[in-house]
């Protein structure tokens, strides 16, 4: 041992001199010849000074669906610094995750999913100096499973309503994400679909739900099964609701009878008028289910309605001036209501409808008159999406008060009727018109007329996807920026083989050949080539079609499509949600269906599901020491307090014996 140590010491000595003579030699050498003497010296020189990410890597890191994306940060330098930070950059949603964030080298941070940029930057204090490295580097995870959140089992919406039910989902992957329902009409989804959002939203819409869905009258209601789902192409996820819509008694639907005017004497001395009445429930005037009423407004009756709506009246010199007269007419409700039809405001008894109108007996009617207006200038110009506002004031000399109507391009925008001496109307005509167009009022009391007209040289405006053209404006108490198609589409139906198609004169030319082109981008040939349709509707009746969606579409054709062709496809009347299930076919495996399937570790988790099993873990009694020896004292002190009960019964049972 102490021969060993002995060798060490002598070797360390040797290394030693050698390291010092060979020091003192480079820097103090020097070197001859022909004359020249040359002085050669060596400077050791400190290291280049900077940093090292050295973990993470400029590589892709995997991980399991639903675990924290947690990494090491590893860094060194050739100094000592004063001060570590980094700054995270999500490079997909190009935002800063995690800003100057302060660290000790060698911990663990959480990454983002997808692309990142890790920025490590340390300081030296002596010099100011700040030093940086980057590291860019991918996050990836499997695809999962896109989740709908729980929606209410019942929906209710009332009939002449349309429903508007938001709900929601989500999916992690933020994948392009199709939603559904069906069946279709008078339901649909909007939007129907979407990409690169984590939170997803979307409506059920219908059109306006009118007595012909609820197959009847006084049936009450009517219910629809709906199935929501959402899917990214490889799993899906579906919710079902009862849809119900409530029958209520519709309001009896009056023509409007106006201003009348007649003579004492002459051909228009008789008023005779038929009342026209529509109601969706009692049926029309002659149905015998509605009842008249018809009041003279502070002076007695001149006349009467009968039970199928007529009147009848023949002017009397007695009866001149302007008779106000009050017009009602009421139905017989329902006879089968819904339990909640008071949430559409109504029980569904009999409802009453009034109008006003008067009626003026004259023996020399005089016209009514305009007698201010604006716009003051008849002839002016104005954008397309401007409002333009109207104004009138009206006169009638016999004291009748006219009623009004407004008129854009001869077409009637609307009907003023009641005791003002002025009317106003706004309009606006929307983008894309242009040129010279009328806007016309006419006054009237039932005989008699007046007019006035506007000339409008309408400069256009350009459309946008929210302002489609549509040559339509608003009118009456409000603008509007024209009519917004809203577009919705029911099943595709099924495939239909191309050439056949064109053979029946299904198909142009032109059509045949963009499926042709469509089909090849699928790469579908020949046979493989079909073709299918479907029907959309403008729910707000637009009466346009800049934003029609397609009606045709390529898809690839099977003699007869079904739930195991391998294909996903349309058949029944509805659509696959993905191949070979959903639609007409077999439920799809989802992570709600409570049942454990596609790969799941449990039921509905693990697997493709965005949610991990929780794991059950035997129990384990955690005793400790002070635990144990507590119970130990306890135990003693219980056998000394059972052994002194029994030394005090046998004491007693002894003394008893004796005595």
Same mark, same amino acid.
């Given at each position: 041992?102490?021969?060993?140590?002995?060798?060490?010491?002598?070797?360390?000595?040797?290394?030693?001199?050698?390291?010092?003579?060979?020091?003192?030699?480079?820097?103090?050498?020097?070197?001859?010849?022909?004359?020249?003497?040359?002085?050669?010296?060596?400077?050791?020189?400190?290291?280049?000074?900077?940093?090292?990410?050295?973990?993470?890597?400029?590589?892709?890191?995997?991980?399991?669906?639903?675990?924290?994306?947690?990494?090491?940060?590893?860094?060194?330098?050739?100094?000592?610094?004063?001060?570590?930070?980094?700054?995270?950059?999500?490079?997909?949603?190009?935002?800063?995750?995690?800003?100057?964030?302060?660290?000790?080298?060698?911990?663990?941070?959480?990454?983002?999913?997808?692309?990142?940029?890790?920025?490590?930057?340390?300081?030296?204090?002596?010099?100011?100096?700040?030093?940086?490295?980057?590291?860019?580097? !991918?996050?990836?995870? +499997? *695809? @999962?499973?896109?989740?709908?959140?729980? /929606?209410? $089992?019942? &929906?209710?919406?009332?009939?002449?309503?349309?429903?508007?039910?938001?709900?929601?989902?989500?999916?992690?992957?933020?994948?392009?994400?199709?939603?559904?329902?069906?069946?279709?009409?008078? !339901?649909?989804?909007? +939007? *129907? @679909?979407?990409?690169?959002?984590?939170? /997803?939203? $979307?409506? &059920?819409?219908?059109?306006?739900?009118?007595?012909?869905?609820?197959?009847?009258?006084?049936?009450?209601?009517?219910?629809?099964?709906?199935?929501?789902?959402?899917?990214?192409?490889?799993?899906?996820?579906?919710?079902?609701?009862?849809?119900?819509?409530?029958?209520?008694?519709?309001?009896?639907?009056?023509?409007?009878?106006?201003?009348?005017?007649?003579?004492?004497?002459?051909?228009?001395?008789?008023?005779?008028?038929?009342?026209?009445?529509?109601?969706?429930?009692?049926?029309?005037?002659?149905?015998?289910?509605?009842?008249?009423?018809?009041?003279?407004?502070?002076?007695?009756?001149?006349?009467?309605?009968?039970?199928?709506?007529?009147?009848?009246?023949?002017?009397?010199?007695?009866?001149?001036?302007?008779?106000?007269?009050?017009?009602?007419?009421?139905?017989?409700?329902?006879?089968?209501?819904?339990?909640?039809?008071?949430?559409?405001?109504?029980?569904?008894?009999?409802?009453?409808?009034?109008?006003?109108?008067?009626?003026?007996?004259?023996?020399?009617?005089?016209?009514?008159?305009?007698?201010?207006?604006?716009?003051?200038?008849?002839?002016?110009?104005?954008?397309?999406?401007?409002?333009?506002?109207?104004?009138?004031?009206?006169?009638?000399?016999?004291?009748?008060?006219?009623?009004?109507?407004?008129?854009?391009?001869?077409?009637?925008?609307?009907?003023?009727?009641?005791?003002?001496?002025?009317?106003?109307?706004?309009?606006?005509?929307?983008?894309?018109?242009?040129?010279?167009?009328?806007?016309?009022?006419?006054?009237?009391?039932?005989?008699?007329?007046?007019?006035?007209?506007?000339?409008?040289?309408?400069?256009?405006?350009?459309?946008?996807?929210?302002?489609?053209?549509?040559?339509?404006?608003?009118?009456?108490?409000?603008?509007?920026?024209?009519?917004?198609?809203?577009?919705a589409c029911g099943f595709w139906q099924v495939c239909q083989d191309l050439n056949t198609s064109l053979n029946l004169g299904l198909l142009s030319g032109k059509d045949y050949r963009e499926v042709v082109n469509n089909c090849s981008l699928k790469y579908l040939f020949g046979i493989d080539c079909g073709i299918h349709n479907r029907t959309c509707i403008d729910l707000n009746n637009c009466h346009t079609t800049y934003h029609k969606p397609n009606e045709m579409e390529s898809c690839q054709y099977v003699f007869n499509p079904?739930?195991?062709?391998?294909i996903q496809n349309c058949h029944g009347g509805l659509c696959e949600l993905l191949v070979d299930c959903g639609g007409a076919c077999p439920p799809c495996p989802t992570c709600s269906d409570k049942i454990q399937n596609q790969g799941e570790e449990g039921i509905d988790c693990g697997g493709p599901c965005p949610f991990r099993c929780i794991v059950e873990e035997p129990y384990k009694l955690d005793v400790k020491l002070w635990q144990i020896l507590v119970i130990l004292i306890l135990l003693i002190l219980i056998i000394i307090?059972?052994?002194?009960?029994?030394?005090?019964?046998?004491?007693?049972?002894?003394?008893?014996?004796?005595?």
């Amino acid at each position: 041992m102490k021969k060993g140590l002995i060798i060490l010491i002598m070797i360390f000595v040797l290394f030693s001199g050698i390291n010092i003579f060979l020091d003192y030699s480079m820097s103090n050498y020097k070197l001859t010849g022909a004359g020249i003497t040359a002085t050669v010296g060596f400077v050791i020189l400190e290291p280049n000074e900077t940093i090292y990410i050295d973990s993470p890597q400029n590589t892709t890191y995997n991980f399991s669906i639903g675990e924290n994306y947690t990494l090491d940060l590893n860094v060194s330098a050739t100094f000592t610094p004063d001060a570590w930070w980094y700054t995270l950059y999500d490079l997909k949603h190009d935002i800063v995750t995690d800003y100057g964030v302060s660290f000790t080298p060698n911990i663990t941070f959480d990454a983002n999913r997808w692309g990142n940029k890790l920025s490590v930057s340390a300081n030296k204090s002596t010099t100011g100096t700040i030093f940086s490295k980057n590291v860019t580097f !991918f996050v990836n995870v +499997p *695809n @999962s499973a896109p989740i709908l959140d729980p /929606i209410n $089992s019942s &929906i209710y919406v009332c009939e002449e309503d349309r429903i508007n039910y938001e709900f929601r989902g989500s999916d992690i992957d933020e994948d392009f994400i199709l939603l559904d329902i069906s069946p279709k009409n008078p !339901f649909f989804l909007d +939007p *129907n @679909s979407m990409e690169g959002e984590k939170e /997803i939203y $979307s409506v &059920i819409i219908s059109v306006i739900l009118t007595k012909s869905y609820l197959g009847g009258i006084n049936v009450g209601s009517k219910t629809y099964l709906e199935t929501l789902s959402i899917t990214d192409g490889e799993y899906a996820d579906t919710n079902q609701t009862n849809i119900t819509i409530i029958e209520i008694n519709n309001d009896p639907d009056m023509d409007n009878i106006g201003v009348q005017t007649i003579w004492t004497s002459g051909e228009n001395s008789t008023f005779n008028y038929q009342l026209e009445v529509d109601d969706v429930e009692s049926g029309n005037q002659y149905s015998g289910n509605l009842t008249f009423d018809l009041d003279f407004i502070g002076e007695p009756n001149l006349f009467n309605i009968n039970s199928t709506g007529y009147m009848n009246y023949t002017a009397d010199a007695s009866d001149l001036g302007v008779h106000n007269l009050t017009l009602c007419t009421t139905d017989i409700g329902l006879t089968n209501t819904h339990e909640n039809i008071s949430l559409c405001g109504q029980d569904g008894s009999a409802i009453t409808e009034c109008q006003n109108f008067s009626l003026t007996v004259t023996n020399a009617n005089r016209p009514p008159t305009i007698i201010d207006y604006y716009p003051e200038e008849l002839y002016f110009g104005n954008k397309g999406t401007n409002e333009i506002y109207f104004n009138i004031t009206k006169y009638d000399p016999d004291y009748t008060i006219p009623d009004t109507y407004w008129y854009v391009d001869n077409s009637l925008k609307e009907y003023d009727s009641g005791n003002s001496s002025s009317d106003e109307f706004r309009y606006t005509f929307s983008c894309g018109v242009e040129g010279n167009h009328t806007v016309r009022v006419n006054i009237t009391d039932g005989e008699l007329t007046d007019s006035l007209e506007w000339v409008v040289g309408v400069v256009e405006t350009a459309c946008t996807a929210q302002t489609p053209p549509t040559g339509e404006g608003g009118g009456g108490g409000g603008g509007s920026q024209g009519c917004e198609e809203k577009w919705a589409c029911g099943f595709w139906q099924v495939c239909q083989d191309l050439n056949t198609s064109l053979n029946l004169g299904l198909l142009s030319g032109k059509d045949y050949r963009e499926v042709v082109n469509n089909c090849s981008l699928k790469y579908l040939f020949g046979i493989d080539c079909g073709i299918h349709n479907r029907t959309c509707i403008d729910l707000n009746n637009c009466h346009t079609t800049y934003h029609k969606p397609n009606e045709m579409e390529s898809c690839q054709y099977v003699f007869n499509p079904g739930c195991n062709d391998g294909i996903q496809n349309c058949h029944g009347g509805l659509c696959e949600l993905l191949v070979d299930c959903g639609g007409a076919c077999p439920p799809c495996p989802t992570c709600s269906d409570k049942i454990q399937n596609q790969g799941e570790e449990g039921i509905d988790c693990g697997g493709p599901c965005p949610f991990r099993c929780i794991v059950e873990e035997p129990y384990k009694l955690d005793v400790k020491l002070w635990q144990i020896l507590v119970i130990l004292i306890l135990l003693i002190l219980i056998i000394i307090i059972i052994l002194k009960i029994r030394q005090i019964s046998k004491i007693k049972e002894e003394f008893k014996n004796q005595y």
